[in-house]
């Protein structure tokens, strides 16, 4: 057994930083610290809020430009994002240029659309979605918003950009102009699909350009992403984040390396959908959570479920639980002319042609309809709806009609939820926020938000009765008065109304140690910790190792960050204590 180190001391630190003037630090993001492009990047399994929960989970939000033309997409706005429901909000599309650079997939939306917010007519006023995010960004600095790049019909240019270091720098060139242009951006991510992939555009979809690819993806993937890190560390961008979202499909990750790009990311946004759809001949779950046995559908090592694709991403690359987001569709996938003599009630059954569905392309359809509209449908004029207690999600069958739909509804959400609680993952990822009801306040974004902002609040209470026990045992051992540490809480950013924070745990004992746990009494409210386990119990904290490191060496030391309340010269802790392995 390893012996326990334990220091105590009854300091009282008066924590005091004059405020940052500039818009840039005031919105200031601590998801990432990283000083060289080599140093893991900070994991964030917890997203900064302004918001009544105490949140540890992401909520990451796609927003598709185009959803503003169309009512089967709430004709939805940048404002009317529901943003105290959200932590992350990734702006689709922007793409790859010809000249390899970040070009936006419609300049008119983006850019030049007036909105409520819109600073006025003039060049060098923002309109636009980008400049709706600067107003709301004012009101929301905690929100963080991302240009997302790529998607399934805009890859086309990755291949050609990512071959040489002259390429793939003058795309990285572009992206630091528009940062610098635009501060309140915080960051991008890349969704190019797939990497190692050579797939050409569908001739029936006009918006698909297709993606080219080759085996030189591989490499080439893990370098540009380590040179855009690179490049933020350059620019004084260390905290801009970047994110992908990649496949759950086994064959697509052996074309690349996550195991070494992972260091350059805050996290990855793992796509659990689009397992299933019109693409095949039989009926099935487009965004099962677990896998159902009576699945037919052959597989390699890893079943189409969103359980095995994170779990291979644990388990074949060594990724942190904390840096993985379960995705989660607002749409569904569907077919028609589905043989009721096979499968069971609509399910796992042979069918010849897809779904035409309110989001699909009208030449090439694949039973795209938004869930606040497949809500209306269900156990109405024929359909009817199936629970599938295996798979842990719910579809549509009508006979009459010989149609089938896969989508996600309340039930199933809420049970990725507690996949995501369970194992400890960083957050849901959800394409996209227009399938959501607009007209009666959001709901599934609702549920996604109170069903993870609980998940801190259910924790803290076990943690409470840990944190009685500790009390226990921390009395025997304090008669070691064993020393050699030194901690250091300052405040690293202020917004009047809260703070960002950074704790430094220096090792001098002469030993090096495995796991920490820090505890000490606060008289106001910390409510994030992004590199570790938060719990509390009244005003005592505790903040510990996450799962997957907590060791220090000795002569050396470790920073953890996050966020609390008040404003930086009220700020006190006091009762500092220390425990190690």
């Known amino acids: 057994m390893k012996k326990k180190l334990l220091i105590s001391a009854s300091i009282a630190l008066i924590l005091c930083l004059s405020l940052f003037i500039s818009y840039r630090n005031i919105t200031k993001n601590n998801f990432n610290n990283n000083s060289t492009v080599n140093e893991e990047v900070s994991n964030n399994s917890a997203t900064n809020q302004n ?58 939306a983006d850019f030049e659309k007036f909105f409520p917010n819109s600073e006025g007519w003039n060049q060098d006023q923002l309109r636009g979605h980008i400049g709706e995010y600067k107003y709301y960004k004012s009101k929301y600095p905690n929100v963080k918003v991302l240009i997302s790049v790529g998607g399934w019909t805009r890859g086309e240019n990755f291949h050609d ?36 992939e050579n797939r050409e555009k569908d001739p029936n979809d006009e918006y698909d350009k297709g993606c080219p690819g080759g085996p030189e993806d591989k490499e080439n993937f893990t370098l540009l992403l380590k040179e855009i890190r690179q490049a933020y ?51 099935n779950h487009h965004s099962p959570i677990y896998y159902n046995d009576d699945d037919p559908t052959r597989y390699n090592k890893y079943t189409f479920c969103a359980e095995d694709a994170l779990k291979m991403y644990v388990k074949e690359y060594n ?13 569904s996938r569907g077919w028609s002319e589905v043989d009721d003599s096979t499968g069971t009630n609509g399910l796992f059954s042979t069918a010849t042609k897809a779904y035409k569905g309110s ?47 896969t989508y996600e509804d309340e039930k199933s959400l809420k049970e990725r939820c507690n996949f995501v609680i369970k194992n400890n993952y960083g957050g849901i990822i959800v394409w996209e926020i227009t399938g959501d009801d607009k007209s009666k306040n959001f709901p599934l974004t609702t549920l996604l938000w109170e069903s993870l902002g609980k998940t801190t609040e259910t924790s803290t209470e076990n943690n409470s009765s840990i944190k009685d026990n500790e009390e226990n045992i921390n009395e025997e051992v304090m008669n ?3 020393d050699g540490f030194n901690i250091n809480f300052e405040v690293t950013s202020d917004w009047t109304s809260g703070a960002n924070w950074s704790m430094a745990i220096e090792n001098n004992s002469g030993k090096d140690i495995s796991s920490w746990k820090v505890s000490f009494d606060f008289d106001k409210k910390l409510s994030q910790c992004w590199e570790g386990v938060l719990a509390f119990s009244g005003n005592t904290y505790t903040i510990s190792n996450p799962s997957w490191g907590g060791s220090i060496k000795d002569g050396s030391s470790i920073t953890v960050n996050g966020a609390c309340e008040g404003n930086s010269k009220d700020l006190k802790i006091k009762n500092i204590k220390i425990e190690v392995n």
């Open 161 to 196: 950009m990512s071959k040489t270091k002259e390429n793939r720098k003058i795309f990285i060139d572009s992206i630091i102009d528009f940062l610098k242009k635009y501060p309140f951006i915080d960051g991008i991510d890349i969704d190019w699909e797939y990497p190692g």
């Open 51 to 108: 918001n009544t929960y105490n949140n540890n989970k992401n909520i990451i939000m796609y927003f598709p430009n185009w959803g503003v033309y169309s009512e089967s997409h709430n004709n939805l706005t940048v404002g009317d994002i529901p943003w105290d429901k959200v932590t992350v909000i990734n702006h689709a599309f922007f793409t790859v240029s010809k000249e390899f650079k970040l070009e936006s997939t419609d300049k008119d």
């Open 480 to 482: 070691n008065n064993l």
């Open 233 to 283: 560390n350059d620019n004084n961008f260390s905290n801009k984040m970047l994110t992908i979202a990649n496949a759950g499909n086994y064959e697509k990750l052996q074309l690349q390396e996550p195991d070494k790009y992972i260091k350059y990311l805050d996290f990855i946004n793992v796509m659990t959908y689009d397992f299933h759809g019109a693409f095949e001949s039989k009926t």
């Open 319 to 331: 990724i942190p639980t904390e840096k993985l987001n379960v995705g989660s569709p607002f749409y």
């Open 359 to 405: 989001w699909d392309s009208a030449t090439s359809p694949g039973g795209q309809i938004p869930w606040f509209q497949i809500k209306e449908m269900e156990n109405k004029d024929g359909w009817k709806k199936y629970w599938d207690d295996k798979a842990k999600v719910p579809y549509l069958y009508n006979k009459n009609l010989k149609s089938m739909i």
